[in-house]
């Protein structure tokens, strides 16, 4: 792969990677209840999910589900339920999706892991993503395996540390002590949060890759 080429396909990942997000609000919010170390592993699987998503572009496995609108749609409604569903805990659970103190009983790092995973594999703006882009930068008269791993290992310490920055913000934002009306304003405020994010995925189709 040139340079240049690389170059760019560095700054196009970069800027999605660290856009905000459903998967960046649901690794804040581990952040800020479980500690930065531990949200880690929630980041781990977020970008998990976007390796997987990127070894089937490159296989060519993704495009045969974005055009087969029945495998499409169940990853979209799953996604949409599942967002909906972490909003509404956040909201309306006694702890919420946030919550202060080391004290507390903290989640388990298979239960971080497998939370990012579900939230970013059950993105279908993840599979238009890497089916859209990452034949772009493939050459044909290139060995591609090279080319694939090197894009694909980017984007994944991309992912650890855009969200491993997400993370370290959610645990500060719970550093200090805060009153408990503040800690239930943020949970309802991440909670809306991801339920606007599940509305907006409902509204993608596979054509907007």
């Known amino acids: 792969m040139q340079t240049d080429t690389y170059l760019i396909f560095l700054l196009t990942t970069a800027v999605v990677v660290f856009s905000p997000g459903a998967a960046a609000i649901a690794v804040a919010a581990q952040g800020a209840a479980n500690g930065f170390r531990r949200a880690l592993f929630c980041a781990l699987g977020v970008a998990c999910a976007n390796a997987l998503y990127f070894a089937l572009s490159?296989?060519?496995?993704?495009?045969?589900?974005?055009?087969?609108?029945?495998?499409?749609s169940i990853i979209k409604w799953v996604g949409v339920a599942y967002l909906i569903y972490l909003g509404l805990g956040a909201i309306f659970s006694?702890?919420?999706?946030?919550?202060?103190?080391?004290?507390?009983?903290?989640?388990?790092?298979?239960?971080?892991?497998?939370?990012?995973?579900?939230?970013?594999?059950?993105?279908?703006?993840a599979l238009l993503y890497f089916t859209a882009i990452v034949p772009q930068f493939l050459v044909p008269t290139a060995p591609i395996l090279p080319q694939i791993l090197l894009m694909g290992?980017?984007?994944?310490?991309?992912?650890?540390?855009?969200?491993?920055?997400?993370?370290?913000?959610?645990?500060?934002?719970?550093?200090?002590?805060?009153?408990?009306?503040?800690?239930?304003?943020?949970?309802?405020?991440?909670?809306?949060?991801?339920?606007?994010?599940?509305?907006?995925m409902a509204g993608v189709t596979a054509g907007e890759g």
């Open 58 to 72: 490159a296989t060519g496995v993704a495009s045969l589900i974005v055009t087969s609108n029945f495998l499409f």
């Open 153 to 200: 290992m980017t984007t994944l310490a991309m992912d650890m540390v855009s969200y491993g920055c997400y993370a370290y913000l959610g645990e500060r934002l719970t550093s200090g002590r805060i009153r408990d009306w503040v800690v239930r304003l943020i949970n309802r405020l991440a909670g809306g949060a991801l339920i606007f994010a599940g509305v907006k």
């Open 94 to 125: 006694v702890s919420g999706g946030i919550r202060v103190g080391r004290g507390a009983r903290q989640a388990k790092l298979s239960g971080l892991f497998r939370r990012g995973f579900v939230v970013e594999i059950s993105n279908p703006k």
